[in-house]
C-alpha cells in the first residue's frame, strides 16, 4: 500500500470514527432526554410509559418533602406507604397482572425541583395521580396510607372507597373482610365512603379505594407495621383482595 494510500484509509477510519462517535452521543442524549422527564415522576408521563391495558394502579402515598404522619415510635408514613405498595405491585405482578406504580421513589409525583411549582407542589402532586388513574379508566386503584391520630388506643386497618363507583365499595368490602380473617381477627371496623377533605377518591370516577393500614400513633400496631414479615402479610391480604375484584383488560 502507498503512502497516499495509507493516509487515505487513515482518513476514511478517523471519519467513520467521529461518525461513530457522533451517533453514539445522539442516542446518549435522545436517551436522557426521554428517560429524565419519567424521572421527576409525573402522572401525565408515567402514562405513556405503562404497557396498556393496565389493570392495576398502587399508590403509595406522600413522598418527598411530604412525610405524611409520624410515628409514636418515629416510623414515617411516606416509606411504609411506599415499601407496602411496592411489596403489593411485585405480587400483583408476579400474579400476571399490569400493574403500575404512581411512585417508585422517595418524590413526590412531580418535579420537586421546578420553581414554577413553588406553593403548588402538593396541588400538582395529587392532580398528577388522578391523572394517572383518568388515563386508565379500566383500572383498579389502590391508594396506600397510615392512620394517625392523638388517642393511642385506636388501631386496625380501615378502608375508604370513592362514591363514583360501586366497584370501588366492592373492593374496599373485600379488603375490610379479609383484613379481619386473615391478618387483625380483633378489626370490627367498617367501609366508609370518602369525604370531600379525600381529593384522590372524590376526583377519580372509576374504582378506587384508599387503604389506611394501621395507626402510627399505637405502639403495638407501629411495631407490627415496622416488621418486614408483617407487611408481607398486609400485602398478600391486599393482593388476594384485588385479585377477587379484578376486571379484564377492556
Given at each position: 500500500?502507498?503512502?497516499?494510500?495509507?493516509?487515505?484509509?487513515?482518513?476514511?477510519?478517523?471519519?467513520?470514527?467521529?461518525?461513530?462517535?457522533?451517533?453514539?452521543?445522539?442516542?446518549?442524549?435522545?436517551?436522557?432526554?426521554?428517560?429524565?422527564?419519567?424521572?421527576?415522576?409525573?402522572?401525565?408521563?408515567?402514562?405513556?410509559?405503562?404497557?396498556?391495558?393496565?389493570?392495576?394502579?398502587?399508590?403509595?402515598?406522600?413522598?418527598?418533602?411530604?412525610?405524611?404522619?409520624?410515628?409514636?415510635?418515629?416510623?414515617?408514613?411516606?416509606?411504609?406507604?411506599?415499601?407496602i405498595a411496592t411489596l403489593l405491585?411485585?405480587?400483583?405482578?408476579?400474579?400476571?397482572?399490569?400493574?403500575?406504580?404512581?411512585?417508585?421513589?422517595?418524590?413526590?409525583?412531580?418535579?420537586?425541583?421546578?420553581?414554577?411549582?413553588?406553593?403548588?407542589?402538593?396541588?400538582?402532586?395529587?392532580?398528577?395521580?388522578?391523572?394517572?388513574?383518568?388515563?386508565?379508566?379500566?383500572?383498579?386503584?389502590?391508594?396506600?396510607?397510615?392512620?394517625?391520630?392523638?388517642?393511642?388506643?385506636?388501631?386496625?386497618?380501615?378502608?375508604?372507597?370513592?362514591?363514583?363507583?360501586?366497584?370501588?365499595?366492592?373492593?374496599?368490602?373485600?379488603?375490610?373482610?379479609?383484613?379481619?380473617?386473615?391478618?387483625?381477627?380483633?378489626?370490627?371496623?367498617?367501609?366508609?365512603?370518602?369525604?370531600?377533605?379525600?381529593?384522590?377518591?372524590?376526583?377519580?370516577?372509576?374504582?378506587?379505594?384508599?387503604?389506611?393500614?394501621?395507626?402510627?400513633?399505637?405502639?403495638?400496631?407501629?411495631?407490627?407495621?415496622?416488621?418486614?414479615?408483617?407487611?408481607?402479610?398486609?400485602?398478600?391480604?391486599?393482593?388476594?383482595?384485588?385479585?377477587?375484584?379484578?376486571?379484564?383488560?377492556?
Amino acid at each position: 500500500m502507498s503512502r497516499s494510500e495509507s493516509r487515505r484509509l487513515t482518513f476514511w477510519i478517523a471519519v467513520y470514527c467521529l461518525a461513530f462517535t457522533v451517533v453514539l452521543c445522539a442516542l446518549y442524549f435522545l436517551f436522557v432526554a426521554v428517560t429524565a422527564p419519567w424521572a421527576t415522576h409525573t402522572g401525565r408521563l408515567q402514562t405513556a410509559y405503562i404497557a396498556s391495558p393496565v389493570q392495576v394502579i398502587v399508590d403509595a402515598g406522600h413522598g418527598g418533602r411530604d412525610g405524611g404522619a409520624t410515628g409514636v415510635t418515629g416510623l414515617v408514613e411516606k416509606n411504609l406507604n411506599l415499601e407496602i405498595a411496592t411489596l403489593l405491585h411485585d405480587m400483583l405482578c408476579a400474579a400476571g397482572t399490569k400493574t403500575c406504580m404512581t411512585r417508585t421513589v422517595d418524590s413526590l409525583v412531580c418535579d420537586e425541583s421546578d420553581p414554577a411549582l413553588r406553593g403548588k407542589l402538593k396541588q400538582t402532586d395529587l392532580k398528577n395521580r388522578a391523572a394517572l388513574a383518568e388515563a386508565n379508566p379500566g383500572a383498579l386503584f389502590v391508594s396506600i396510607h397510615m392512620n394517625n391520630f392523638p388517642v393511642e388506643k385506636y388501631s386496625g386497618l380501615q378502608v375508604y372507597y370513592s362514591p363514583h363507583a360501586e366497584e370501588s365499595r366492592v373492593l374496599a368490602a373485600s379488603i375490610q373482610a379479609n383484613t379481619a380473617a386473615l391478618l387483625q381477627p380483633g378489626n370490627t371496623r367498617g367501609i366508609k365512603a370518602a369525604g370531600s377533605n379525600i381529593y384522590l377518591l372524590n376526583r377519580i370516577r372509576t374504582a378506587a379505594v384508599l387503604v389506611e393500614c394501621g395507626f402510627l400513633s399505637n405502639r403495638a400496631e407501629s411495631a407490627c407495621l415496622a416488621n418486614g414479615t408483617y407487611r408481607q402479610k398486609l400485602a398478600l391480604v391486599l393482593t388476594a383482595s384485588v385479585l377477587q375484584n379484578l376486571r379484564e383488560p377492556s
